[in-house]
């Protein structure tokens, strides 16, 4: 009798291993623009470095790769009744969700910054929330709407001195208490209805007002993210006028305030994150800000969440492009690495350009908002110029980045094993909330406008590369004399043109940071392929992997390449 032979079929060849292991702070962009931004290291810096590090490490784990899988694969679920049919809307999340939250929130991406004096300090969260943001992004949206909530409240003294000191807190302390009692607190905003999000002065959810600041509102919210959160500010139709208001989930006699969960929307990506339908049944809640002016006070706050799409974008395209060379680097065809052919390493050092660009601005603009909130009046216009323009062109540009380098990994990519379809999915929501691509270039024109020194401060700050790059010189004189044009037109013309502008903007400010601060490959590759077309539409014609000849790619590549610990 001959013995069996064991059942091997095939041995496997040729799979590169999951990018697990490394650390997603070892990003030579980030660290730089964090050193530049930051200030000099006796401002801390130097603690904040360590500190990234540090969350680059546990980002980029393996461990966390997994509870970033199970907060997806096992979604938020709404509870509205009890077992004996009592009202309770909550919203169950599994417990990985909470590990990333506790995560967070114990490292200060949520809204410590505004607590602390040192300069640099919203740039070093920055920084943190773009690396923490590439473990999971879901769990950013409470993150940054917590963040955002403090500037608006502080519009309210006696409610931000109550209320912040709790959201800048670094204990997560989840459930539905009485907010002053808890050790932390997270906010949300609820804006958007169900007849318009972007034209929020349609609105009709009522505020009457019920003694004191008091009121009690009546009405519906379509998007409310986030709604297990402690607190939210509400726009809603006051006598006075829109106003905005501070709405708790529980109130202070620890009844639950009359916000009812209707049912949670079954999105297309950012699943780990719970995002809701609300009414309101004379649930009451503070005025914060000036009684009617509840745009310009909630402006506060979309202008800070403004700033995390950049920064979560530019974070998406950084993890689409590390994930995609580093399979590159492993993969082979044709009896080579991906990466050494040359049609290949086009398109993935096109990717690593756009990349680049994007966290420069994201960072710069960090950098503005940090100068801007210790009263710097320059940073604050160029910012208001700046950030609608970024928010457009950056958001625009991560689902066709991500789209690209998923199809790097080829069939593999496609499998959501890889992280690729996660992030592909997730792409496309940074340029709807806060502001959709058309309603943030519109914006461009608003700073325009509003805030005429904005232009000034723009010019003056990409004029800072002036001489560095010809291509540049040439695209900065166009921004001048496009800026001209806009502020001067009036009409439909400015309209129908804003997203040209906001584009050219974004891309003439992403060179000139290149040309000061990165290397002269980067630089030079991407002032090539993205602004030399001087009379075209901003950013790189058609798809990524064009760029002209004769360029360096090497180093270019170079910039995305992590170690994996053995
Ligand atoms: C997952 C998710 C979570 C969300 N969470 C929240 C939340 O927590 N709180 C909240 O308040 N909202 C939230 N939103 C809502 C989001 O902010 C809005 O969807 C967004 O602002 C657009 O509003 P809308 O959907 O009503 O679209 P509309 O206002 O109807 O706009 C539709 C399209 O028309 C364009 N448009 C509108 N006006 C003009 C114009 N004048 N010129 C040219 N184009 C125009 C817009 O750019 C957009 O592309 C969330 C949305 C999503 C998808």
Same mark, same amino acid.
């Given at each position: 009798?001959?013995?069996a032979?064991?059942?091997?079929?095939?041995?496997?060849?040729?799979?590169?291993?999951?990018?697990?292991?490394?650390?997603?702070?070892?990003?030579?962009?980030?660290?730089?623009?964090?050193?530049?931004?930051?200030?000099?290291p006796?401002?801390g810096?130097?603690?904040?470095?360590?500190?990234?590090?540090?969350?680059?490490?546990?980002?980029?784990s393996?461990?966390?790769?997994?509870?970033?899988?199970?907060?997806?694969?096992?979604?938020?679920?709404?509870?509205?009744?009890?077992?004996?049919?009592?009202?309770?809307?909550?919203?169950?999340?599994?417990?990985?969700?909470?590990?990333?939250?506790?995560?967070?929130?114990?490292?200060?991406?949520?809204?410590?910054p505004?607590?602390d004096?040192?300069?640099?300090?919203?740039?070093?969260?920055?920084?943190?929330?773009?690396?923490?943001?590439?473990?999971?992004?879901?769990?950013?949206?409470?993150?940054?709407?917590?963040?955002?909530a403090?500037?608006?409240?502080?519009?309210?003294?006696a409610l931000?001195?109550?209320?912040?000191?709790?959201?800048?807190?670094?204990?997560?302390?989840?459930?539905?208490?009485?907010?002053?009692?808890?050790?932390?607190?997270?906010?949300?905003?609820?804006?958007?209805?169900?007849q318009?999000?972007?034209?929020?002065?349609?609105?009709?959810?009522?505020?009457?007002p019920?003694?004191?600041?008091?009121?009690?509102?009546?009405?519906?919210?379509?998007?409310?993210?986030?709604?297990m959160?402690?607190?939210f500010?509400?726009?809603?139709?006051?006598?006075?006028?829109?106003?905005?208001?501070?709405?708790?989930?529980?109130?202070?006699d620890?009844?639950?305030?009359?916000?009812?969960?209707?049912?949670?929307?079954?999105?297309l990506?950012?699943?780990?994150?719970?995002?809701?339908?609300?009414?309101?049944?004379?649930?009451?809640?503070?005025?914060?800000?000036?009684?009617?002016?509840?745009?310009?006070?909630i402006?506060?706050?979309?202008?800070?969440?403004?700033?995390?799409?950049?920064?979560?974008?530019?974070?998406?395209?950084?993890?689409?492009?590390?994930?995609?060379?580093?399979?590159?680097d492993?993969?082979?065809?044709?009896g080579?690495?991906?990466v050494?052919?040359?049609?290949?390493?086009?398109?993935?050092?096109?990717?690593?350009?756009?990349?680049?660009?994007?966290?420069?601005?994201?960072?710069?603009?960090?950098?503005?908002?940090?100068?801007?909130?210790?009263?710097?009046?320059?940073? +604050?216009? %160029? @910012?208001?110029?700046?950030? *609608? #323009? $970024?928010?457009?062109w950056?958001?625009?540009?991560?689902?066709? /980045?991500? &789209?690209?380098?998923?199809?790097?990994?080829?069939?593999?990519?496609?499998?959501?094993?890889?992280?690729?379809?996660?992030?592909?999915?997730?792409?496309?929501l940074?340029?709807?909330w806060?502001?959709?691509?058309?309603?943030?270039?519109?914006?461009?024109?608003?700073?325009?406008?509003r805030?005429?020194?904005?232009?000034?401060?723009?010019?003056?700050?990409?004029?800072?590369?002036?001489?560095?790059?010809?291509?540049?010189?040439a695209?900065?004189?166009?921004?001048g004399?496009?800026?001209?044009?806009a502020?001067?037109?009036t009409g439909?013309?400015?309209q129908?043109?804003?997203?040209?502008?906001?584009g050219?903007?974004?891309?003439?400010?992403? +060179?000139s %940071? @290149?040309?000061?601060h990165? *290397? #002269? $490959?980067?630089?030079?590759a991407?002032?090539?392929?993205?602004v /030399?077309? &001087?009379?075209?539409?901003?950013?790189?014609?058609?798809?990524?992997?064009?760029?002209p000849?004769?360029?360096?790619?090497?180093?270019?590549?170079?910039?995305?390449r992590?170690?994996?610990?053995?």
């Amino acid at each position: 009798m001959t013995q069996a032979t064991p059942h091997v079929t095939h041995e496997v060849l040729n799979q590169v291993p999951p990018l697990a292991g490394y650390d997603v702070a070892d990003d030579p962009a980030l660290t730089q623009a964090l050193r530049q931004e930051a200030g000099p290291p006796e401002a801390g810096q130097q603690g904040w470095e360590s500190e990234l590090h540090e969350l680059g490490v546990r980002a980029g784990s393996a461990e966390t790769r997994e509870l970033a899988r199970l907060a997806n694969e096992y979604p938020p679920v709404l509870r509205t009744h009890d077992s004996r049919g009592h009202r309770i809307d909550e919203v169950e999340f599994h417990p990985a969700w909470h590990e990333l939250m506790a995560a967070a929130v114990s490292r200060g991406l949520h809204a410590a910054p505004w607590l602390d004096d040192a300069p640099g300090a919203h740039v070093a969260r920055a920084a943190k929330f773009y690396v923490w943001t590439q473990a999971e992004a879901g769990h950013g949206c409470p993150i940054s709407m917590t963040y955002a909530a403090v500037p608006a409240l502080r519009h309210e003294p006696a409610l931000a001195s109550r209320f912040a000191p709790l959201l800048a807190s670094r204990a997560y302390d989840p459930g539905l208490r009485v907010p002053d009692g808890k050790a932390g607190l997270l906010a949300g905003m609820a804006m958007t209805e169900k007849q318009g999000g972007s034209d929020v002065r349609a609105n009709t959810t009522r505020a009457v007002p019920a003694g004191g600041d008091g009121y009690l509102l009546t009405g519906h919210k379509w998007f409310c993210s986030a709604p297990m959160c402690d607190l939210f500010l509400v726009l809603a139709q006051a006598p006075e006028g829109l106003g905005c208001f501070l709405l708790p989930r529980v109130l202070p006699d620890g009844t639950r305030n009359s916000m009812r969960i209707q049912r949670l929307k079954d999105k297309l990506g950012n699943r780990s994150n719970a995002s809701s339908e609300v009414e309101y049944d004379a649930a009451f809640a503070w005025r914060v800000g000036e009684p009617g002016r509840g745009v310009a006070t909630i402006i506060e706050m979309v202008s800070a969440t403004r700033l995390d799409c950049v920064l979560g974008s530019a974070a998406a395209i950084r993890q689409a492009c590390v994930t995609a060379l580093h399979y590159a680097d492993i993969r082979r065809s044709f009896g080579a690495p991906l990466v050494s052919h040359p049609l290949m390493a086009s398109v993935l050092a096109d990717l690593v350009l756009e990349s680049e660009a994007a966290t420069a601005l994201a960072m710069r603009l960090a950098g503005a908002a940090d100068r801007a909130a210790r009263g710097d009046a320059d940073e +604050a216009a %160029l @910012l208001r110029l700046a950030l *609608p #323009a $970024a928010k457009y062109w950056v958001c625009k540009r991560t689902p066709v /980045a991500t &789209a690209e380098a998923l199809e790097c990994l080829g069939g593999n990519g496609y499998i959501e094993e890889s992280g690729l379809p996660r992030l592909y999915r997730d792409a496309p929501l940074n340029s709807v909330w806060e502001g959709s691509g058309n309603v943030t270039a519109l914006d461009v024109l608003r700073a325009l406008a509003r805030a005429p020194g904005s232009a000034d401060m723009l010019l003056a700050e990409t004029g800072l590369a002036a001489g560095g790059d010809r291509r540049l010189d040439a695209a900065q004189e166009r921004l001048g004399r496009e800026l001209k044009e806009a502020a001067a037109a009036t009409g439909t013309g400015a309209q129908y043109r804003a997203r040209r502008l906001a584009g050219l903007i974004a891309v003439t400010l992403q +060179a000139s %940071l @290149l040309v000061r601060h990165a *290397p #002269a $490959a980067v630089a030079d590759a991407f002032c090539a392929s993205r602004v /030399a077309f &001087a009379d075209g539409p901003a950013g790189p014609p058609g798809a990524f992997g064009m760029l002209p000849d004769g360029l360096d790619l090497d180093p270019v590549l170079g910039r995305a390449r992590v170690s994996v610990r053995g």
